[in-house]
């Protein structure tokens, strides 16, 4: 008979908990790495800015368009996918002195907060690790939408973001002569809603 009201008890608490668990999940996401895209751009000499592009190799989202203040993010960056426009200058990039991809091919990124500025706009505060430094990074951006696919078959969370790396607090000192220090950067996201109530995996640098 004691076991009763122990059973029951708990039986309750996850009915309560059930409804938690249910919104946790409609609120977490994939990043879809085919429709998002990473640019940067940094001075060459000062003659001209010219651009390079980067992939989002995998990671996770939790964000609910009414409530912002549970939003968190991680993500890996593949630096491998590097493209400058010419093959010599990706290569040139990708050595030791300057991303050293062959001991450190991700950059990774988690959120520590964020912070809403107005309905479509904030600052997502977190640390970036880069050639195995980790450092603070604060990245503007806009909540552009959350809708269905036109053809219904996802739920998608949109964003555009900015934001400027000053590249020797990474131990990217070579040529600071002639290749600017600070860099800018520009993130066009897309996040598919996942609907299974797993946990996301954590994206995960060292691999």
Same mark, same amino acid.
């Given at each position: 008979?004691?076991?009763?009201?122990?059973? /029951?008890?708990?039986? /309750?608490? /996850?009915?309560?908990?059930?409804?938690l668990a249910a919104g946790a999940s409609e609120h977490r996401y994939r990043y879809d790495t085919v429709h998002s895209q990473i640019l940067f751009s940094v001075s060459h000499d000062g003659y001209s800015r010219p651009f390079g592009r980067l992939h989002i190799a995998r990671g996770w989202l939790r964000f609910d368009p009414d409530?912002?203040?549970?939003?968190?993010?991680?993500?890996?960056?593949?630096?491998?996918?590097?493209?400058?426009?010419?093959?010599?200058?990706?290569?040139?990039?990708?050595?030791?002195?300057?991303?050293?991809?062959?001991?450190?091919?991700?950059? $990774?990124?988690?959120?520590?907060?964020?912070?809403?500025?107005?309905?479509? $706009?904030?600052?997502?505060?977190?640390?970036?690790?880069?050639?195995?430094?980790?450092?603070?990074?604060?990245?503007?951006?806009?909540?552009?939408?959350?809708?269905?696919?036109?053809?219904?078959? $996802?739920?998608?969370?949109?964003?555009?973001?900015?934001?400027?790396?000053?590249?020797?607090?990474?131990?990217?000192?070579?040529?600071?002569?002639?290749?600017?220090?600070?860099?800018?950067?520009?993130?066009?996201?897309?996040?598919?809603?996942?609907? @299974?109530? @797993?946990?996301?995996?954590?994206?995960?640098?060292?691999?």
């Amino acid at each position: 008979m004691s076991a009763l009201p122990a059973t /029951a008890r708990l039986l /309750a608490c /996850a009915a309560l908990l059930l409804p938690l668990a249910a919104g946790a999940s409609e609120h977490r996401y994939r990043y879809d790495t085919v429709h998002s895209q990473i640019l940067f751009s940094v001075s060459h000499d000062g003659y001209s800015r010219p651009f390079g592009r980067l992939h989002i190799a995998r990671g996770w989202l939790r964000f609910d368009p009414d409530d912002w203040s549970r939003a968190a993010t991680e993500l890996d960056i593949d630096l491998a996918s590097l493209d400058m426009g010419d093959p010599d200058w990706n290569q040139a990039v990708l050595e030791p002195r300057f991303l050293d991809v062959a001991k450190a091919r991700y950059a $990774h990124f988690a959120s520590t907060g964020v912070e809403r500025t107005d309905d479509s $706009h904030g600052v997502l505060h977190g640390e970036l690790t880069l050639r195995g430094v980790t450092r603070p990074l604060d990245i503007p951006f806009t909540f552009n939408r959350q809708a269905r696919t036109i053809f219904g078959m $996802h739920t998608v969370a949109g964003f555009s973001a900015t934001a400027m790396l000053d590249r020797t607090r990474f131990g990217l000192t070579t040529s600071t002569g002639s290749i600017g220090r600070n860099i800018s950067v520009w993130l066009e996201i897309e996040a598919i809603r996942e609907d @299974r109530t @797993r946990r996301p995996e954590s994206a995960d640098a060292s691999q």
